[in-house]
Structures are given as structure tokens and as C-alpha cells.
């Protein structure tokens, strides 16, 4: 089932919305600030955002910002009439859509099908990536530098892999854990860190200009590249 976070801060609207988004089978997230609306883009990785222009704290346009630095998650931007100027501006910030306010529920939704529909499957295919120098091949689980293989233990292979296949994306500890671990994984988070340390030392000759693995306060982490070719 897919996620979507709406990003709202008036309960009324964000309820109707909630209610036919789940009518029409979807999982919703809900957030009533811009700080909340990463909190909760990061923990629930959502298929979608809904996002308002106009929240508390940091406004629509910031969340957006911070969201495109992480993903390519779809997003469309809930604009009031006359934010014409700020349509634009959103559409090349990169939201995907915007619907303005004052709008009928059904139409949230038919918009929300349509850009599902059309965004890019976020799953890679190709089995092979290149970050700089480094080479990670997904299907045969090997990262070379400069023609040399690199040295993982399994697990740590496994998580480098997983942030690997989604570059610029973070991830809490929850969710490296869900995803690397296992969800039967009753150990501690500090797992992650650990792996993190060992898999930056195996990294060390990897230059930081081309990426590298940063920690986001608060978030986790996030495999950061600096293009992908
Ligand atoms: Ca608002």
C-alpha cells in the first residue's frame, strides 16, 4: 500500500483529505508543520507528499528544499488563489503539481492517482552505478575503487548497498535496521553507527568530493553523491 504525507496545518483540510485518500486505498501520514513534514518524510518514506504552502515554521517552499535534497519523491504543493508566481516557482523547485485552495477532495485524489502514475518507478534497475571512481554492482554485490574491490564484512556490504540504490535518500536508524537487519532484529541502533564507522574506513580512499556518507542530525544517514553518471 502506498504512503502519502499530507503536509497541512489546518486540521479540517487535512482530515478530509486523509479520509478520501484512505477511501481511495492509500496509507496517509499526517503533518501540521514544516518541521514535522521532514520529521515524518524521513521516517515514512512516503510515495507522495502533499504540501502546503503556507505552514508554521518553515514554509512549504523549505520543506520542499530539504525533501529534494533527500528524494525525488513526488510532491505537490497546496497553493492559495493568487500564488500564481509561487506555482511557477514550486514547478521549478521541482514539485511535480499544485492544486490551488480552495479545492474538492476527489479532484486531491484524481491529481494524486495521476502523478503516481507517471512518476518514475524509484526502484533501480540498473545493476551497476557509478559515484566518481567508485563502482557498486548491485547484482553481483561488489564495490571497486580504482579497478580494486573493496573489502566489506556481509552485513556491512549489505547496508552499503541499500544506501547505495538510493543515493541522496536519508534513513533513520529504523529504517537501515528494518531494511539491512531485518525486521526481527532486536539488537540495539547502535548497530548502524557501528557499520557506518567501518564502512567510511573501507571508504577512506573514496574522495569527498565525489561522495560520501554523511550523518543528518537528527535523521540518519544518507549515501551523498555528488552526480551519478
Ligand atoms: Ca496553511
Known amino acids: 500500500m502506498k504512503t502519502i504525507l499530507i503536509a497541512e496545518d489546518e486540521p479540517a483540510i487535512s482530515r478530509v483529505l486523509k479520509a478520501y485518500l484512505e477511501k481511495a486505498g492509500y496509507r496517509v501520514e499526517q503533518a501540521f508543520t514544516g518541521d514535522q513534514a521532514i520529521e515524518v518524510f524521513v521516517s515514512c518514506s512516503p510515495s507522495l507528499v502533499l504540501l502546503d504552502v503556507m505552514l508554521p515554521g518553515q514554509d512549504g517552499w523549505s520543506v520542499l528544499e530539504q525533501i529534494r535534497k533527500r528524494s525525488s519523491c513526488p510532491v505537490i504543493m497546496l497553493t492559495a488563489l493568487g500564488q500564481l508566481e509561487q506555482k511557477l516557482a514550486g514547478l521549478n523547485q521541482g514539485a511535480d503539481d499544485y ?131
Open 99 to 229: 492544486i490551488t485552495k480552495p479545492f474538492v477532495a476527489e479532484e486531491v485524489v484524481a491529481r494524486v492517482n495521476a502523478v503516481l502514475r507517471r512518476s518514475p518507478q524509484l526502484i533501480v534497475d540498473e545493476a551497476v552505478k557509478y559515484f566518481g571512481s567508485l563502482k557498486v554492482n548491485l547484482r553481483a554485490r561488489t564495490v571497486t575503487l580504482h579497478g580494486v574491490e573493496l573489502d566489506f564484512t556481509p552485513r556491512d556490504l549489505s547496508l552499503f548497498l541499500f544506501l547505495a540504490q538510493h543515493p541522496n535518500q536519508a534513513f533513520s536508524r529504523e529504517q537501515l535496521i528494518e531494511h539491512v537487519w531485518g525486521v526481527d532484529y532486536e539488537g540495539s541502533d547502535r548497530a548502524v553507527d557501528l557499520a557506518i564507522k567501518r564502512i567510511r574506513k573501507t571508504l577512506e580512499n573514496w574522495p569527498a568530493s565525489e561522495g560520501e556518507i554523511r550523518t543528518l542530525r537528527g535523521l540518519g544517514y544518507q549515501l551523498y553523491v555528488q552526480e551519478q553518471t
